[in-house]
């Protein structure tokens, strides 16, 4: 059995691409399921956050819009989520996602 | 992955089990054309009887040039062509696979006139033709929205004033009949969208095998090893390095599997529509987009795969070019829907239960 990740390796980067003009695209692997403790971080962390939970899905889907910084989107209980780092951010877009996923996990009680 | 596929336009899931069986079968198989051993021999003997496949398939003339995609073929058509063209009249809807090597090849592009929706104005086009287009870049459809170009009635024109024509018939090949494409010079395929097999090869045809091609990858060719240039004729003289027999075989099995009846473009566009989708553009394909209110089409297309397990692609589907024709370039493209050989209402009937579930969660949110 493989051992389990330790807390040093998480959050990780697992996809960084480029999406529609140039922002990138960051999937970072949280290592645990995040729920809304973890999206309040974020209202907390950074200002101008809009917040929008699609509650009704089969699985629900949320949306942060931290307005001129990211927009970051996932579904509650999954264990990753997808940083869209704008556009004069994207050469620190691990940077930027890495630093607010930690900021997440160090809030949420990780 | 996603477990419902609406991304045939990028690559037809699954692949026809044809194909596998052929791949598994043949994987332990020779190197076509390199000795003169039997088991060489004999792979020597499935190229060539898949290039008849191809021809027959697609109702295509001229020679089979087995290269490793469409996107290599149509570079090796743009940019092998000589001499290189002072000028080239480029499809409006064009992807970057035909729409990149024909800016590499020539400063001069002249855009072929269209209307709204991208749709090449013929008469248009003759009328205003320049005088120095040496060569026509021109998609037999758009990935984006399934339009059909005129491409029979373009090839007119371009012959009548001295232009060849290559045809990106990524989409179409094996689903729209040859004579569509008219007299075209080149054209170019792949074994992994509406073939459904799988992707590393492609073919270019040319119509005329006296057309002056430089290969743009030359190497080995397993004969005549002391030549320092590639063979004259084709199709060795474009096919350098150990050609994937598997792949080739696979492709040569799906082209000659049974026909499997597709939806009519006419059943996804419903979907969409009572799913409250904004759809834009026309086209005849199974392949449209959209828009899907209150959410950026990547958001849609994250939400569709995590949420449903349904497959989509969003953005700009390799083909800025036609996102500039239809206005959505600057809204971050659109979500793009195709059906293929495998798709089936059951399918169509889930997408739009996902979508119609989504626009309702958007509305409540809003």
Avoid at chain 1, 55 to 81: E, Y
Avoid at chain 2, 100 to 125: K, N, S, Y
Avoid at chain 2, 144 to 168: E, F, M, N, Y
Avoid at chain 2, 203 to 226: I, K, N
């Amino acid at each position: 059995m493989n051992a389990a990740p330790t807390a040093d390796a998480l959050p990780r980067v697992t996809l960084r691409k480029d999406c529609l003009g140039g922002e990138k695209i960051v999937d970072v692997d949280f290592g645990q399921p995040l729920g809304m403790a973890h999206l309040d971080e974020v209202s907390s962390a950074f200002a101008d956050v809009q917040r929008t939970i699609l509650a009704d899905l089969p699985r629900p889907f949320f949306r942060l819009d931290v307005h001129g910084r990211f927009v970051l989107t996932g579904i509650i209980g999954d264990a990753s989520a997808r940083f869209t780092v704008r556009r004069h951010l994207d050469e620190d877009a691990n940077d930027v996602a890495l630093g607010a996923a930690r900021t997440m996990l160090k809030g949420a009680g990780a | 992955m996603s477990g419902v596929w609406f991304d045939h336009a990028a690559t037809s899931l699954p692949r026809r089990p044809e194909a596998i069986d052929a791949l598994n079968a043949s994987a332990h198989k020779a190197t076509p054309g390199r000795g003169l051993h039997g088991a060489s021999r004999a792979g020597r003997d499935h190229v060539e009887a898949a290039r008849t496949s191809l021809l027959r398939a697609t109702g295509l003339k001229g020679v089979v040039c087995l290269l490793p995609g469409t996107t290599a073929a149509l570079g090796q058509a743009i940019l092998g062509l000589t001499p290189a063209p002072r000028a080239i009249a480029l499809g409006p809807m064009a992807h970057n696979a035909l729409r990149r090597p024909a800016h590499q090849a020539c400063e001069r592009i002249w855009t072929l006139p269209h209307d709204e929706h991208g749709h090449v104005d013929v008469a248009a086009a003759a009328a205003e033709w320049p005088a120095d287009i040496d060569l026509v870049c021109i998609e037999h459809a758009s990935n984006v929205t399934g339009l059909v170009q005129p491409v029979a009635d373009i090839v007119t024109v371009a012959h009548r004033r001295g232009a060849k024509v290559v045809v990106d018939a990524a989409q179409t090949a094996g689903v729209l009949p040859a004579p569509e494409m008219g007299d075209a010079d080149l054209v170019a395929f792949g074994a992994h969208k509406a073939f459904a097999a799988l992707p590393g090869v492609g073919a270019l045809v040319v119509r005329d095998p006296s057309l002056s091609l430089t290969p743009r990858a030359p190497g080995g060719t397993g004969f005549d090893a002391r030549a320092e240039t590639m063979p004259a004729a084709l199709p060795d003289r474009l096919e350098a390095g150990t050609l994937p027999l598997a792949l080739i075989d696979a492709w040569r099995a799906a082209a000659e599997a049974p026909h499997t009846d597709r939806l009519e473009r006419g059943a996804l566009v419903d979907v969409l529509l009572g799913a409250g989708v904004d759809v834009v553009g026309e086209g005849t394909l199974g392949v449209v987009s959209g828009r899907v209110s209150g959410s950026a089409p990547q958001e849609v297309e994250q939400m569709l795969d995590e949420v449903f397990g349904i497959g989509v692609r969003a953005g700009l589907h390799c083909a800025p070019a036609a996102h500039a024709v239809l206005g959505t370039l600057d809204e971050g493209g659109l979500v793009r829907f195709s059906m293929g050989w495998s798709t089936t209402a059951a399918e169509l009937d889930e997408l739009g239960s996902a979508l119609g579930q989504l626009k309702r969660a958007l509305g409540r949110a809003a």
